[in-house]
């Protein structure tokens, strides 16, 4: 008897993650494009940290590190809320190309452009629309990091054009719980998209 009331139990809570996850379509393929796009993006922004170290830009190194860190963030929140709905999401194997700094941040540019005035927006429509707030949550955290990534390579391409790169911060903070990143030399008290303390925060150069 028990094993039938408990094989009846699990079969009750599997139907449940099937239902849940089936009417949630759109917004599980926009997860894990998320989380391909976002964990993509933080092995570039690694490697375009790398390429700047070569060119003797320490100031844009430390901010790819950071953004890195932050897309990293971003790709680890999506695909925890797919496997609260019940989904597993695949390895994914990074391809992107890595060029001069200056190519580099134009193509960091127009990636986050492309995430803050599209991507996202659409995810997050999707997710409200299918009723999935933790996904709606996790695309908004992402979309307004972005916003301020997409700043924050603008800011170093025209110092690099203006040959003043040194004029740029030389510490970011990177929230670890939603990815929000500073680019100050003291952040402010707690996360303004998650409320985590600042004490918690990642910090990035010196």
């Known amino acids: 008897m028990k094993k039938t009331i408990f094989s009846g139990i699990t079969l009750l809570i599997f139907s449940g993650l099937l239902a849940f996850a089936g009417g ?48 990293a963030i971003h790709a680890a929140n999506h695909k925890t809320v797919l496997e609260k709905m019940g989904l597993k999401m695949d390895p994914v194997k990074p391809e992107f190309t890595v060029k001069t ?50 700043v924050m390579y603008q800011n170093a391409l025209n110092a690099l054009d203006n040959k003043k790169t040194e004029s740029l911060s030389k510490v970011y903070w990177v929230c670890p719980k939603c990815g929000n990143t500073y680019d100050v030399a003291k952040p402010e008290a707690s996360c303004s998209f998650c409320s985590t303390k600042s004490d918690k925060f990642i910090k990035f150069g010196k």
């Open 24 to 71: 949630a379509d759109k917004t599980i393929e926009n997860l894990k494009a998320g989380f391909k796009g976002e964990s993509t993006a933080s092995a570039k922004y690694a490697a375009f940290a790398e390429q700047a170290k070569k060119e003797n830009l320490p100031q844009i190194a430390t901010m790819f590190d950071a953004t890195s860190r932050a897309e």
């Open 101 to 150: 700094t200056r190519e580099n941040l134009q193509a960091a540019i127009e990636g986050e452009t492309y995430e803050m005035t599209k991507m996202y927006p659409d995810f997050i429509t999707a997710a409200k629309t299918e009723d999935v707030p933790a996904a709606s949550k996790s695309f908004r955290w992402a979309m307004d990091t972005e916003k301020k990534h997409q």
